[in-house]
């Protein structure tokens, strides 16, 4: 072995010479170069906070652009009935600046079994309940938030979230709400209701929550 | 100072004088094909330096050891500066000498160790001047990305976002894509860190979520629900040319390149519980991989050597696993979860810990042997290794 590695060595040596010395030598007098960056720049490790824009809170937000829907695909009606793969699509309405109300259908949490994203026959009930009080309301929307316990990862979780979201979407319109009128999110595991780290606060965690979305006045 | 100069041409002799011979290079390699660590003794350097130094060389597979035991020895200082030297104790050669302008003396220890590096394993990136990024907590539902060294010194905030950010990803290695709230839904944005300008590339109903840039930096994959649950969809890195690749009434998640960009690995729930399977990145059918021994798989990363595919398995805890990346018998490494691989193909950072209670840690995929990173804020997750 001792052969392989100083032959290993020798040729690295070499080639590094070859390639760098003479480079070395003609741009820098006093200093040695940190490997990696060509003389003159400044290494990035020397600036003090150069990922970081100077006022990232309002200019940040400057920055961002205008809603931009254009690629989504174009709203079609829907067959509640679709049983193909996929799904029922999401509508293409930009809601994210409509007002939020947590509180009405906060008693019609939808709770889900342990990595499943089918609506359980016993919270059929509430989806009914809500889709009956929703058709009340003139000019809403219904957001429904898709959450998880802590048992599963990040990013599959939050796939999960979204699968839960939409399975309660589908119930909803079953019942016949208008399939454009429902947005989903998911949270993945990012905000359980209950903190803890049994089967109580997990069974409480696996949820579907209706967020009533209203225009901005 | 004009030493110094001096000092990085004194390798010249060495390369001259004995005649090489025709050795076929030959790398000792352990049952999984790992190349054996190349032993080393490290002496000369104090506090930081030394730690900085040998962690390096660890994490490249390089490791100090007992002098006797010693195939190369690495010498130096760190009185105002790095200065280090690599003698063959065997031959009895001085192979290498350099001195470090760095900023830091932490800086110079990096950049020495990925000179020896680069001279003992020639062929594998070095990894001691690399950065990662990864989620950093706050508190329930605030987090920002962070970028910091591959070791998680010198972290630094890229987002302020007063939000939740997810899975942060590298397109080569000044550009990330996120996952970001600050919208109200999430949306994945491209982010520049040299000039923090930063563009919403998939904003479409439901979810954007999961980034992962190809290697050659040119393609998106992700996971969008618009069209009615979360599926597999590439586009161009400005989010153009969108195509959606899985058509499942199921979550898919969790999408990684291979590194030649043909292929896809990511996680679906086809048959009920997740699992990894691969597709060609231009579509097609996708074929499950078999990761025998982990009977629930999620979050795969492809090794850039294009070997191995690290993900984390599910049997009551979360454990890092790797399998070779046409499938088979799963290996299993440290108990953890959201494994990334370092540009070596020998490291990984992964997370561990509770929820929202997370730290950071680097595991040395042939040894085992576990390492944790310096936390920001309350938890830390999502490492995302910059290759």
Not at chain 2, 27 to 32: A, G, K, P, Q, V
Not at chain 2, 262 to 284: D, F, H, K, Q
Request: charged content about 20%; proline content about 7%; overall charge neutral.
């Amino acid at each position: 072995m001792k052969r392989t590695y100083s032959l290993v060595v020798l040729l690295a040596v070499g080639m590094m010479l070859a390639l760098g010395g003479t480079g070395c030598k003609k741009k820098l007098q006093n200093t040695t170069p940190l490997p990696g960056y060509r003389a003159g720049e400044v290494p990035a490790s020397e600036t003090p906070s150069p990922i970081i824009p100077a006022n990232p809170g309002r200019d940040t937000a400057a920055r961002l652009p205008p809603p931009d829907l254009g690629t989504a695909t174009p709203v079609t009606p829907i067959n509640p009935d679709t049983t193909g793969t996929g799904g029922i699509p999401l509508g293409n309405t930009d809601r994210s600046t409509w007002n939020e109300d947590h509180d009405t259908f906060k008693a019609e949490v939808i709770y889900f079994d342990f990595d499943k994203s089918n609506v359980r026959p016993d919270q059929v009930g509430k989806i009914k309940a809500v889709a009956e009080r929703f058709r009340t309301m003139a000019a809403k929307a219904l957001r429904i938030d898709g959450h998880c316990d802590e048992r599963g990862t990040e990013e599959y979780n939050r796939a999960l979230g979204e699968r839960r979201a939409l399975a309660v979407r589908e119930a909803l319109i079953k019942e016949g709400i208008a399939a454009d009128l429902i947005d989903t999110r998911t949270y993945g595991e990012e905000r359980p209701a209950e903190p803890g780290h049994n089967e109580a606060a997990w069974s409480k965690n696996r949820r579907g929550e209706f967020i009533l979305l209203s225009p901005p006045k | 100072m004009m030493a110094l100069g001096a000092l990085a041409l004194m390798v010249s002799p060495v390369a001259s004088g004995a005649q090489p011979e025709r050795i076929p290079l030959v790398r000792e390699t352990d049952s999984l094909g790992f190349t054996k660590p190349i032993p080393v003794h490290v002496s000369g350097f104090s506090g930081e330096v030394d730690g900085v130094l040998k962690q390096d060389l660890f994490f490249m597979g390089i490791q100090h050891g007992a002098l006797e035991e010693a195939k190369f020895l690495i010498k130096g200082s760190n009185a105002g500066r790095v200065e280090g030297h690599l003698y063959d104790k065997i031959n009895n050669q001085h192979l290498f000498g350099r001195a470090y302008a760095a900023a830091t003396l932490r800086a110079g220890a990096h950049a020495f160790a990925d000179d020896i590096a680069r001279l003992l394993i020639p062929g594998v990136p070095p990894i001691a001047q690399t950065k990662m990024a990864f989620k950093a907590e706050a508190g329930i539902g605030k987090s920002e990305v962070y970028i910091a060294d591959y070791d998680g010194a010198n972290a630094q905030r890229a987002t302020q976002d007063g939000s939740i950010v997810a899975q942060p990803a590298w397109a080569g290695r000044s550009m990330l894509f996120y996952t970001s709230y600050r919208l109200g839904p999430p949306v994945i944005f491209s982010h520049h860190l040299t000039t923090g300008s930063r563009v919403a590339v998939a904003r479409h109903p439901g979810a954007n979520i999961s980034p992962a840039v190809s290697p050659d930096a040119t393609k998106l994959a992700m996971i969008l629900s618009k069209n009615g649950s979360p599926d597999l969809y590439v586009s161009e890195l400005n989010g153009s040319n969108l195509k959606q690749l899985t058509f499942t009434r199921t979550d898919e998640s969790s999408p990684c390149w291979s590194p030649d960009g043909r292929n896809i690995c990511y996680v679906s729930s086809e048959r009920g519980t997740p699992a990894l399977y691969v597709i060609s990145a231009s579509g097609g059918s996708a074929r499950r991989l078999a990761t025998i021994g982990a009977p629930r798989a999620t979050e795969p990363d492809w090794s850039p050597d294009g070997r191995w595919i690290a993900f984390t398995s599910q049997t009551g805890g979360f454990q890092i696993c790797i399998v070779p990346a046409e499938g088979g018998n799963v290996v299993v490494l440290a108990e953890g979860e959201d494994p990334s691989w370092a540009p070596n193909s020998r490291a990984l950072l992964f997370c561990r810990g509770r929820d929202h209670a997370k730290r950071l840690s680097l595991l040395d995929v042939p040894s085992r042997q576990v390492k944790d990173v310096a936390r920001v804020l309350e938890s830390n997750s999502q490492p995302s290794w910059a290759k």
